[in-house]
Protein backbone atom coordinates (compact mmCIF):
# COMPACT_ATOMS: atom_id res chain seq x y z
CA UNK A 1 0.00 0.00 0.00
CA UNK A 2 1.42 3.08 -0.99
CA UNK A 3 1.97 6.52 1.61
CA UNK A 4 0.58 8.69 -1.91
CA UNK A 5 -2.34 7.48 -3.53
CA UNK A 6 -3.22 7.45 -7.49
CA UNK A 7 -5.94 6.29 -9.65
CA UNK A 8 -4.12 2.98 -11.31
CA UNK A 9 -5.07 4.29 -14.79
CA UNK A 10 -6.57 6.58 -17.00
CA UNK A 11 -7.03 7.28 -20.52
CA UNK A 12 -8.00 9.74 -23.42
CA UNK A 13 -8.50 10.18 -26.45
CA UNK A 14 -5.68 12.36 -28.74
CA UNK A 15 -5.72 16.00 -28.34
CA UNK A 16 -7.76 15.42 -24.92
CA UNK A 17 -6.80 16.75 -21.33
CA UNK A 18 -6.73 14.21 -18.90
CA UNK A 19 -5.58 14.82 -15.12
CA UNK A 20 -4.08 11.92 -12.83
CA UNK A 21 -4.81 12.51 -8.42
CA UNK A 22 -2.14 12.11 -6.08
CA UNK A 23 -4.11 11.90 -2.24
CA UNK A 24 -1.75 12.08 0.68
CA UNK A 25 -2.30 12.91 4.18
CA UNK A 26 -1.11 15.71 6.82
CA UNK A 27 2.32 14.32 7.14
CA UNK A 28 2.86 14.61 3.46
CA UNK A 29 1.19 17.14 1.11
CA UNK A 30 -0.62 18.54 3.57
CA UNK A 31 2.46 19.23 6.23
CA UNK A 32 3.52 21.27 2.71
CA UNK A 33 5.90 19.49 1.16
CA UNK A 34 6.37 19.78 -2.34
CA UNK A 35 5.47 17.31 -4.89
CA UNK A 36 7.25 16.07 -7.72
CA UNK A 37 5.90 13.91 -10.97
CA UNK A 38 8.00 10.90 -13.20
CA UNK A 39 7.08 10.00 -16.16
CA UNK A 40 8.15 6.24 -17.35
CA UNK A 41 8.21 5.34 -20.52
CA UNK A 42 7.50 1.48 -21.14
CA UNK A 43 10.94 -0.14 -20.74
CA UNK A 44 13.13 3.09 -19.59
CA UNK A 45 14.27 4.54 -16.39
CA UNK A 46 11.89 7.09 -15.06
CA UNK A 47 12.20 10.76 -16.32
CA UNK A 48 11.17 14.04 -13.59
CA UNK A 49 8.25 15.89 -15.33
CA UNK A 50 7.44 18.03 -12.86
CA UNK A 51 9.00 19.41 -9.93
CA UNK A 52 8.30 21.69 -6.84
CA UNK A 53 4.49 21.02 -7.66
CA UNK A 54 4.57 23.06 -10.63
CA UNK A 55 7.90 23.36 -12.47
CA UNK A 56 8.72 22.22 -15.66
CA UNK A 57 12.74 21.26 -16.13
CA UNK A 58 14.01 22.14 -19.60
CA UNK A 59 13.16 19.89 -22.45
CA UNK A 60 9.16 18.99 -20.84
CA UNK A 61 6.37 20.26 -22.65
CA UNK A 62 3.99 22.78 -21.66
CA UNK A 63 1.25 20.59 -21.85
CA UNK A 64 2.06 19.13 -18.79
CA UNK A 65 1.39 21.05 -15.30
CA UNK A 66 1.11 19.99 -11.95
CA UNK A 67 -0.79 21.56 -9.00
CA UNK A 68 -1.10 21.18 -5.40
CA UNK A 69 -4.26 21.80 -2.77
CA UNK A 70 -4.91 20.80 0.46
CA UNK A 71 -3.23 16.86 0.87
CA UNK A 72 -3.61 16.28 -2.95
CA UNK A 73 -1.86 17.19 -6.32
CA UNK A 74 -2.64 16.38 -9.88
CA UNK A 75 -0.75 16.26 -13.20
CA UNK A 76 -2.88 17.81 -16.18
CA UNK A 77 -1.45 16.63 -19.73
CA UNK A 78 -3.80 18.09 -22.71
CA UNK A 79 -3.44 17.57 -26.10
CA UNK A 80 -3.06 14.28 -25.51
CA UNK A 81 -0.57 12.73 -27.95
CA UNK A 82 0.13 8.94 -28.56
CA UNK A 83 3.86 9.63 -27.24
CA UNK A 84 2.71 10.10 -23.65
CA UNK A 85 0.92 6.84 -23.09
CA UNK A 86 3.51 6.01 -20.01
CA UNK A 87 3.08 5.23 -16.52
CA UNK A 88 2.90 8.55 -14.25
CA UNK A 89 4.13 8.23 -10.13
CA UNK A 90 3.88 11.53 -7.85
CA UNK A 91 6.31 11.54 -5.38
CA UNK A 92 7.07 13.53 -2.21
CA UNK A 93 8.59 13.65 1.58
CA UNK A 94 6.93 11.96 5.03
CA UNK A 95 7.84 13.76 7.71
CA UNK A 96 7.17 10.27 9.98
CA UNK A 97 9.22 7.52 7.82
CA UNK A 98 12.55 8.98 8.73
CA UNK A 99 13.54 11.38 5.78
CA UNK A 100 11.79 9.45 3.43
CA UNK A 101 11.13 10.25 0.07
CA UNK A 102 7.72 8.39 -0.54
CA UNK A 103 5.98 7.39 -4.17
CA UNK A 104 2.65 7.21 -5.55
CA UNK A 105 1.67 3.54 -6.84
CA UNK A 106 1.71 5.05 -10.41
CA UNK A 107 -1.01 5.76 -13.14
CA UNK A 108 -0.80 4.04 -16.61
CA UNK A 109 -2.08 6.80 -19.46
CA UNK A 110 -3.39 5.11 -22.02
CA UNK A 111 -4.44 7.07 -25.25
CA UNK A 112 -7.00 5.78 -26.99
CA UNK B 1 25.91 16.72 -19.36
CA UNK B 2 25.23 14.99 -15.94
CA UNK B 3 24.96 11.23 -16.33
CA UNK B 4 24.54 8.46 -14.06
CA UNK B 5 25.68 5.22 -15.27
CA UNK B 6 25.30 1.78 -13.34
CA UNK B 7 26.97 -1.34 -13.47
CA UNK B 8 25.20 -4.26 -15.64
CA UNK B 9 22.24 -6.98 -14.61
CA UNK B 10 23.37 -9.43 -11.91
CA UNK B 11 22.14 -13.36 -11.24
CA UNK B 12 22.17 -14.47 -8.33
CA UNK B 13 21.57 -17.83 -6.02
CA UNK B 14 19.64 -16.95 -2.53
CA UNK B 15 21.93 -16.04 -0.04
CA UNK B 16 24.94 -14.63 -2.08
CA UNK B 17 26.36 -11.04 -1.41
CA UNK B 18 25.89 -8.44 -3.92
CA UNK B 19 27.20 -5.01 -4.57
CA UNK B 20 25.85 -2.85 -7.12
CA UNK B 21 27.36 1.06 -8.55
CA UNK B 22 26.81 4.32 -9.93
CA UNK B 23 29.07 6.00 -11.19
CA UNK B 24 27.93 9.96 -11.77
CA UNK B 25 29.55 12.42 -14.21
CA UNK B 26 29.32 16.27 -15.21
CA UNK B 27 28.59 17.18 -11.82
CA UNK B 28 30.43 17.45 -8.48
CA UNK B 29 29.21 14.37 -7.38
CA UNK B 30 30.28 15.69 -3.33
CA UNK B 31 27.99 18.24 -3.13
CA UNK B 32 25.10 15.71 -4.07
CA UNK B 33 22.95 13.42 -2.20
CA UNK B 34 22.55 9.77 -4.01
CA UNK B 35 19.92 7.82 -3.88
CA UNK B 36 18.46 4.43 -5.00
CA UNK B 37 14.92 3.35 -6.11
CA UNK B 38 13.98 -0.42 -6.59
CA UNK B 39 11.47 -1.20 -8.73
CA UNK B 40 10.12 -5.10 -8.66
CA UNK B 41 8.77 -6.87 -11.79
CA UNK B 42 5.35 -4.82 -13.09
CA UNK B 43 5.34 -2.82 -9.83
CA UNK B 44 6.11 0.54 -8.99
CA UNK B 45 8.15 2.84 -7.97
CA UNK B 46 9.75 2.56 -4.14
CA UNK B 47 12.41 4.81 -2.84
CA UNK B 48 14.96 2.77 -0.44
CA UNK B 49 18.00 5.25 1.06
CA UNK B 50 20.29 7.98 -0.01
CA UNK B 51 23.69 9.00 1.13
CA UNK B 52 25.37 12.44 0.87
CA UNK B 53 28.82 12.01 -1.02
CA UNK B 54 30.35 15.01 0.96
CA UNK B 55 30.49 13.18 4.52
CA UNK B 56 28.48 9.89 4.23
CA UNK B 57 25.54 10.66 5.66
CA UNK B 58 22.77 8.13 4.92
CA UNK B 59 19.00 8.00 5.46
CA UNK B 60 16.81 4.87 4.77
CA UNK B 61 13.41 3.76 4.01
CA UNK B 62 12.28 2.16 7.37
CA UNK B 63 11.01 -0.63 4.53
CA UNK B 64 14.85 -1.35 3.65
CA UNK B 65 17.19 -0.34 6.71
CA UNK B 66 18.59 -3.20 7.65
CA UNK B 67 17.98 -5.41 4.38
CA UNK B 68 20.85 -3.49 2.27
CA UNK B 69 23.51 -0.79 2.71
CA UNK B 70 24.07 2.61 0.95
CA UNK B 71 28.30 3.92 0.50
CA UNK B 72 29.64 5.97 -1.85
CA UNK B 73 33.65 6.64 -2.84
CA UNK B 74 34.10 10.45 -3.26
CA UNK B 75 37.40 9.53 -5.03
CA UNK B 76 36.16 7.81 -7.92
CA UNK B 77 32.63 9.82 -7.62
CA UNK B 78 30.94 6.07 -7.10
CA UNK B 79 27.77 4.71 -5.01
CA UNK B 80 27.01 1.68 -4.16
CA UNK B 81 24.23 -0.85 -3.03
CA UNK B 82 24.83 -3.69 -1.10
CA UNK B 83 23.20 -6.82 0.03
CA UNK B 84 24.98 -9.38 2.61
CA UNK B 85 22.16 -11.85 1.79
CA UNK B 86 20.09 -11.70 -0.87
CA UNK B 87 16.20 -13.72 -1.11
CA UNK B 88 14.16 -14.20 -3.98
CA UNK B 89 12.33 -11.01 -3.16
CA UNK B 90 15.42 -8.79 -4.17
CA UNK B 91 14.51 -9.24 -7.75
CA UNK B 92 14.14 -5.44 -9.02
CA UNK B 93 15.18 -2.98 -11.37
CA UNK B 94 17.30 -0.95 -9.06
CA UNK B 95 18.04 2.28 -10.03
CA UNK B 96 20.15 5.07 -8.51
CA UNK B 97 19.36 8.95 -8.49
CA UNK B 98 20.74 12.45 -8.14
CA UNK B 99 18.38 12.89 -4.86
CA UNK B 100 17.29 16.61 -4.45
CA UNK B 101 14.49 18.19 -2.40
CA UNK B 102 13.32 19.59 -5.49
CA UNK B 103 12.83 16.25 -7.17
CA UNK B 104 15.03 12.98 -8.11
CA UNK B 105 16.34 15.12 -11.27
CA UNK B 106 18.86 12.45 -12.82
CA UNK B 107 18.32 8.87 -12.89
CA UNK B 108 21.15 6.17 -13.91
CA UNK B 109 19.93 3.31 -16.92
CA UNK B 110 18.95 0.80 -14.09
CA UNK B 111 20.40 -2.07 -13.07
CA UNK B 112 18.11 -5.68 -13.20
CA UNK B 113 18.77 -7.71 -10.38
CA UNK B 114 17.56 -11.65 -10.78
CA UNK B 115 18.08 -14.09 -7.84
CA UNK B 116 16.96 -16.96 -8.45
CA UNK B 117 17.97 -21.37 -7.21
Known amino acids: QSVLTQPPSVSGAPGQRVTISCTGS?????????VHWYQQLPGTAPKLLIY???NRPSGVPDRFSGSKSGTSASLAITGLRAEDEADYYC????????????FGGGTKLTVL | EVQLVQSGAEVKKPGESLKISCKGS????????IGWVRQMPGKGLEWMAN????????RYSPSFRGQVTISADRSIATAYLQWSSLKASDTAIYYC??????????WGQGTLVTVSS
Open chain 2, 26 to 33: GFTFDNYW
Open chain 2, 97 to 106: VRDRTSGLDY
Open chain 1, 52 to 54: SNN
Open chain 1, 91 to 102: QSYDSTLSGSRV
Open chain 2, 51 to 58: IYVGDSDT
Open chain 1, 26 to 34: SSNIGAGYE
